[in-house]
């Protein structure tokens, strides 16, 4: 992987975990919006996968993307 697919790949994971970084503490409907997130199809750069578990997001912060 060059450093252009591992930067596509960093803005990809961020672009995913950026709105759930900045909610505060407590955030109701947090579930609801890792469904969204699992339910939407993706071009995830450098992989044949299209989608995401939404215990990826939770358990992994995006880490394993």
Do not use: C, W
């Not at 252009?4 to 790949?9: C, G, T």
């Amino acid at each position: 992987m060059n450093e252009q697919d591992r930067q596509a790949l960093a803005l990809f994971r961020y672009g995913l975990i950026a709105e759930f970084v900045q909610l505060p503490a407590g955030s109701r409907g947090l579930y609801a919006r890792l469904r969204d997130k699992a339910n939407a199809d993706y071009v995830i750069p450098g992989s044949t996968r299209t989608r995401i578990a939404p215990e990826t997001l939770q358990v992994h912060g995006g880490d394993s993307l």
